[in-house]
């Protein structure tokens, strides 16, 4: 028998980005597929792989029978209801932040250590927070070769990051100030903004997100840090396998619609020149390199989004710091750093189930 695969938050962002990738395999190992969403999305019809599909009610009973259960819904509803999927026998495939750091959950990322895929004795597996996941095809191939050891972070995020609700407000965001001559003076932007019924308290960024850097992602966590930032530390800690990698990040949110850029700075045991480092960006297939500054070719958002794999550019030995790579990467925070990543680990599972 075929495996039965369940999506289950088939009716949000992810979960429409989901279905583009499910329409796009060229494999394709399920039997069946079930759209799963809460009540209120319910009985819609969405077509995958050219079946239209009625999306059915959260509930026990949609995971009878299901193998392998994505889960792209909020923190709290994969907290209550992955649990429920494995008991009822699926492995539960977790895109939200419930399960990352819980030490009998997996935390995968397949290209840098799908070897864990194969213990998850609570029936989870849970897929990295997209901004840690933007880097890590490239920080894990360099890490197996010259073993990390510090890792200072900036991030550049898109508005997605934030759902459908960020998207929106950058638009609205953008209309607003559209043909004005705003930004040359401290306050004109949220006065435009403001000029245009557009209240920073409906906004889910800390201040205008056009026209400006947010310096914030997350929430407000102890002694200053984010939640955003505290991710990129844990999570890289525990994809790498090294518990005390030394970790620093700043999050920043900046008006791009989808695609999270990060400004990397990676130290490891050995050195590594550029062109090492090039071989090894070129040698993974999920990286693809964009490196010539003389001829103005490096990864931007722009040109990256819509693409599975990780864009790296910008390489350059650090000047003043041994044995130390800075470099610049692009990730579709909505493919591999959501949806893309957790239907990659759906694939292991199901090749799994094949023997
Ligand atoms: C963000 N990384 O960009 C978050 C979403 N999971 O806001």
């Known amino acids: 028998r075929k495996p039965v695969l369940a999506l289950v938050g088939a009716t949000g962002a992810v979960g429409g980005v989901m279905i583009d990738i499910m329409n796009a395999r060229q494999d394709w190992p399920w039997g069946e597929v079930r759209l799963v969403a809460s009540p209120r999305s319910a009985g819609k019809k969405m077509t995958v792989r050219g079946e239209e599909l009625t999306v059915l009610a959260l509930a026990p009973e949609v995971f009878d ?11 709290e509803v994969s907290a209550r209801w992955a649990p429920i999927a494995a008991e009822r026998g699926a492995v539960a495939v977790d895109n939200s932040g419930a399960f990352r750091m819980d030490p009998d959950v997996p935390l995968v990322v397949p290209e840098v250590n799908a ?10 597996i849970a897929n990295p927070n997209c901004t840690t996941l933007s880097m890590m095809a490239a920080l894990g191939a360099l890490h197996h070769e010259y073993g990390l050891r510090e890792l200072v972070v900036a991030s550049y995020q898109a508005v997605s990051g934030a759902g459908q609700v960020g998207i929106d407000r950058l638009h609205a965001e953008l209309a607003a100030v559209a043909g004005k001559q705003v930004g040359a003076r401290a306050g004109d932007v949220r006065e435009a903004l403001a000029a245009a019924g557009l209240s920073q308290e409906d906004s889910p960024f800390s201040g205008p997100v056009v026209l400006n850097v947010v310096p914030w992602a997350g929430s407000l966590k102890d002694d200053g840090w984010s939640s955003e930032e505290l991710k990129v530390r844990n999570e890289s800690r525990k994809i790498l396998g090294i518990p ?6 700043t999050c920043v949110r900046v ?30 297939p999920t990286v693809v390199l964009v490196d ?3 001829d103005g070719r490096y990864p931007m958002p722009a040109d990256v989004v819509g693409e599975d794999p990780t864009y790296v550019g910008r390489v350059r030995q650090a ?8 470099f610049f990467v692009c990730g579709d925070n909505l493919r591999k750093g959501a949806a893309l990543n957790t239907y990659e680990i759906a694939e292991k599972l199901a090749d799994e189930l094949a023997g």
């Not at 070897?115 to 989870?124: C, E, F, H, L, V």
């Not at 005390?244 to 990040?249: G, H, T």
């Open 65 to 75: 029978g299901v193998d392998i259960a994505m889960f792209d819904v909020p923190d």
């Open 115 to 124: 070897d864990q895929i194969a213990s998850r004795p609570r029936g989870i």
């Open 244 to 249: 005390d990698l030394k970790v620093s990040a």
């Open 255 to 284: 008006p791009v619609v989808t695609t999270h850029a990060l400004a990397v700075h990676a130290t490891f045991e050995r050195p590594v020149t550029v062109a090492e480092a090039h071989k090894i960006f070129d040698a993974q």
């Open 292 to 294: 010539d500054a003389s």
């Open 319 to 326: 000047l003043d710091f041994p044995n130390t790579l800075d």
